[in-house]
């Protein structure tokens, strides 16, 4: 779907550009995080309570492997 100011996909490319000018922040990107699986998902887009348990293990691994 895009909008005014893109797509997701162009958004998160324009949140990576300019992170690239900070060498101090690092960017995780969330779409990679948890497997694409409609059984995860409560809408279609956002996780259900299963998917947000895995996006958060995943995203605390992703931190603990940036430190």
């Given at each position: 779907r895009s909008y005014k100011r893109g797509n997701l996909q162009n958004i998160r490319e324009n949140i990576k550009r300019v992170a690239d000018f900070y060498p101090h922040f690092q960017v995780i990107d969330g779409?990679?995080?948890?497997?694409h699986d409609p059984a995860l998902l409560k809408d279609g887009v956002h996780p259900n309570d299963q998917g947000y348990a895995?996006?958060?293990e995943a995203l605390a691994q992703?931190?603990?492997e940036r430190l």
């Amino acid at each position: 779907r895009s909008y005014k100011r893109g797509n997701l996909q162009n958004i998160r490319e324009n949140i990576k550009r300019v992170a690239d000018f900070y060498p101090h922040f690092q960017v995780i990107d969330g779409g990679t995080l948890i497997p694409h699986d409609p059984a995860l998902l409560k809408d279609g887009v956002h996780p259900n309570d299963q998917g947000y348990a895995l996006l958060g293990e995943a995203l605390a691994q992703a931190i603990r492997e940036r430190l």
